[in-house]
């Protein structure tokens, strides 16, 4: 079966996708380090192993898709692409001809995860959406069932209480994301633990609640999306659904509407 190799580009990951060539089926993901410097060739080298140990039975490559919020590492990435797809790679932006509407002030300021992100809303929900997507940043992303993105929130990230004490402190250590045992630490590793965990958990429900009152709508499903939405999801009472690929389910889409 032919498929198609999409990139979706984080300030902190990348996360590669061997999707259906509609953009319905996720067939194998891999997430690497954006931050990590990396020659082309190196690259060609990365990605050639991520997709020999892809599923058997995949056909020939015949798209490639790129959504990226560093505009740095665009170039070598699209060439890189371009060295392993067997036809067009295109890169998704706020000028991309889509079928959703951007309805903000400054449209072409809006980043790709999010237009994606409004892409495959519309399509595997049909309904109003708030995708929170949790990465580098925690973004909520107000999405209409007809695919109307009508802007959102964007509040720093889940580590970044653990980033902060790190830089910020002498004696408190650095600590791993994740759920507390219990919620009152008995050591300090804890204590950092559950606080930053439940800040996060917390600012969710919370900015989640708020905007569904500014919000003029009875019918809104709410989407945890990004890496950090297995660990914040489960705890988070506002998060109807749990779907860490969204935004690359939106690649696939827009790949399929692109190329045409």
Same mark, same amino acid.
């Given at each position: 079966?032919?498929?198609?190799?999409?990139a *979706?580009?984080?300030?902190?990951?990348? @996360? /590669?996708?061997?999707m259906?060539?509609?953009?319905?089926?996720?067939?194998?993901s891999?997430?690497?380090s954006? &931050? @990590?410097?990396?020659t082309? *060739?190196?690259?060609?080298?990365?990605?050639?192993?991520?997709?020999?140990?892809?599923?058997? &039975?995949? &056909?020939?490559?015949?798209r490639? +898709?790129?959504?990226?919020?560093v505009?740095?590492?665009d170039?070598?990435?699209?060439?890189?692409?371009?060295?392993?797809?067997? &036809?067009?790679?295109?890169q998704?932006?706020?000028?991309?001809?889509?079928?959703?509407?951007?309805?903000?002030?400054e449209?072409?300021t809006?980043?790709?995860?999010?237009?994606?992100?409004?892409?495959?809303?519309?399509?595997?929900?049909?309904r *109003?959406?708030?995708?929170v997507?949790?990465?580098?940043?925690?973004? /909520?992303?107000?999405?209409?069932?007809?695919?109307?993105?009508?802007?959102?929130v964007?509040?720093?990230?889940?580590?970044?209480?653990?980033?902060?004490?790190?830089?910020s402190?002498?004696?408190?250590?650095r600590?791993?994301?994740?759920?507390?045992?219990?919620?009152?630490?008995?050591?300090?590793?804890a204590?950092?633990?559950?606080g @930053?965990?439940?800040?996060?958990?917390?600012? +969710?429900?919370?900015?989640?609640?708020?905007?569904?009152?500014?919000w003029?709508?009875?019918d809104?499903l709410?989407?945890?999306?990004?890496?950090?939405?297995? +660990?914040?999801?489960?705890?988070?009472?506002? +998060?109807?659904?749990?779907?860490?690929?969204?935004?690359?389910?939106?690649?696939?889409?827009?790949?399929?509407?692109?190329?045409?």
């Open positions: 079966m032919a498929c198609q190799l999409v *979706d580009v984080g300030n902190t990951d990348t @996360v /590669f996708g061997l259906s060539l509609s953009g319905r089926e996720i067939l194998a891999w997430r690497i954006t &931050g @990590v410097p990396r082309e *060739d190196e690259y060609r080298v990365l990605l050639a192993a991520l997709l020999a140990s892809g599923p058997e &039975g995949a &056909g020939p490559i015949r490639g +898709v790129i959504g990226s919020v505009p740095a590492g170039r070598t990435l699209r060439r890189v692409l371009a060295s392993v797809v067997k &036809g067009p790679v295109v998704v932006t706020a000028r991309s001809e889509l079928p959703i509407r951007i309805d903000v002030d449209p072409l809006v980043g790709a995860d999010r237009i994606v992100n409004t892409l495959a809303a519309r399509y595997r929900f049909g *109003d959406t708030i995708a997507d949790l990465g580098t940043a925690t973004t /909520f992303d107000c999405i209409t069932a007809d695919g109307v993105f009508l802007g959102g964007i509040a720093p990230g889940v580590s970044a209480g653990l980033d902060w004490l790190a830089r402190t002498a004696k408190l250590p600590v791993e994301l994740a759920p507390p045992p219990e919620v009152i630490g008995r050591r300090t590793e204590c950092i633990r559950s @930053v965990f439940y800040a996060a958990v917390g600012a +969710v429900d919370a900015i989640v609640r708020r905007i569904r009152e500014s003029d709508s009875d809104i709410v989407v945890a999306t990004g890496g950090f939405a297995p +660990v914040i999801g489960p705890h988070a009472s506002s +998060v109807d659904r749990i779907e860490p690929l969204l935004t690359l389910e939106g690649l696939g889409i827009a790949g399929a509407h692109l190329d045409r």
